[in-house]
């Protein structure tokens, strides 16, 4: 049940933040659960919950069709990348780096307010403009956000939101819808991956994947009602409360 209502929790969150990860990745490590499994696991189970967190912003996505199919490449090509990374480096390296991990992906919901408050003075101070074609480096930034969405992904569309709110002159519900799709392409090419040549718990993944699908369509509505403050300081507390875990 705890799995399953993290999924739920990482589904809505992801679809409004982009954290999920955060609750869920711990969650399973408090299970017993290997560092490696659970990561892997965890990025198949999110796949539903990323898509429905897309559907639910489908309005959003009106007029992007070619702006998605260009950065989705990028993603593609990332998250392959990140995922490659996971599988070929010992489990060790993986056990080192995501305490690091993680404590970036706190850091980065912890300044997302700021991110986002900088990047609304820059749509007042510079009207959107449809008609202005999206800067170059947003194909390798999207490129390199799903390289660490392969391989990790806490934080991601947090990642991806400042990425493409400073680049593209968009609002940014349209561009959350945007990360949405993105972000689902990340997990779900890595997700393909993991299932041919990884060790998958499959009780976990369709657990988080149940509980992702519902979390997604309460992050696409009433999700965004909710204080982004109480959001953002369940994700810092639990992410804070792995890496106590992993430094015992």
Known sequence: MAILLAGVAAGAINTVVGSGTLITFPTLLAFGVPPVVANVSNNIGLVPGSISGAIGYRRE????KA????????SLLGGLVGAVLLLVLPAGAFEAIVPVLIGLGVVLVVVQPRVSAAVARRRAARPVDGDRPDPWWTWPATSLAGVYGGYFGAAQGVILMGLLG????????R????KNIL?????????????VVADVDWRIVALIGVGAVIGGQVGATVGRRLPPTVLRAVIVVVGLTALVSFAL
């Open 67 to 74: 702006r998605v199919l260009r950065l989705a490449s990028a």
């Open 61 to 64: 996505l009106a007029g992007q």
């Open 175 to 178: 561009l959350n819808a945007v």
């Open 183 to 195: 972000a689902a392409i990340v997990n779900g090419v890595a997700g393909l991956l993991f299932v």
């Open 166 to 173: 400073i680049g593209i002159e968009e609002s940014l519900q």
